[in-house]
């Protein structure tokens, strides 16, 4: 994804955003599933096959019959939404195909370096989830907490999507801080902020929850010219204040 998707108009963001979201949780995993049917590998959660498959992890967990914790066996075959995918879709004769570069494959040296900007933790908790670069791995960070707790804005900026269209994302809130940064916000139990508004560094913006989750959390991205970069890399210590 380009960069010049930041510098258009809103909605091009939104849509520009949402794509780039999509490509990080599904097409990098360059993994198949046949039908309506998905097996399980190793290291998978239904959190994971939720994103995926593009099947709310409610759906999944009605479907087959799981029950809270949601515990599931490698091999095991679970009914999902949808026809077959794969990270590259077919196209009909004569169409091309946009041809995408996964977060993973983005070298280092072309992130931004530490300290050019600074960014508050968006809510406090134990970090269950660390970025990956590794195909299929999470694209941002996810932290545990308690539902209800406190979602704050990494840095001030303007709301540019607040919504749940985004299959695997739940209550998502997304905010523009600079032509260059946005960062992004899933899982949300309640949204506090609108499309457009301006929002202050610290700001609470929602509430944590587990909409399209299998458990609390909050999934947390920073994105650099579309590119999702590793969180942890540029926040402080928790409890501490910014670096910059």
Known sequence: MRAGCLTKSPFRIVICLAISLLLASCAGNNATYSGSVYTVKRGDTLYRIS??????????????????????????????????????????????????????????????????????????????????????????????????????????????????????????????????????????DTLLVNNGQSVKAGQKIATMGSSDADSVRLHFQLRYKATAIDPLRYLPPQGSPPKC
Not at 92 to 115: C, E
Not at 145 to 156: K, M
């Open 51 to 188: 994103r995926l498959t593009g099947t709310s992890v409610k759906d999944l967990a009605s479907m087959n019959g799981i029950s809270p914790p949601y515990t599931i066996e490698v091999g095991q075959r679970l009914k999902v939404n949808g026809a077959s995918k794969t990270a590259s879709s077919s196209t009909k004769s004569g169409t091309k195909t946009a041809k995408v570069v996964p977060s993973s494959q983005v070298p280092l040296s072309s992130w931004p370096p530490v300290g050019q900007r600074c960014w508050r933790w968006p809510t406090t908790g134990k970090v269950i989830m660390t970025y990956s670069t590794s195909d299929g791995g999470n694209k941002g960070i996810d932290i545990a907490g308690t539902r209800g707790q406190p979602v704050y804005a990494s840095g001030a900026g303007k709301v540019v999507y607040v919504g749940n269209q985004l299959r695997g994302y739940g209550n998502l809130i997304m905010i523009k801080h600079s032509e260059e940064y946005i960062t992004a916000y899933a899982h949300n």
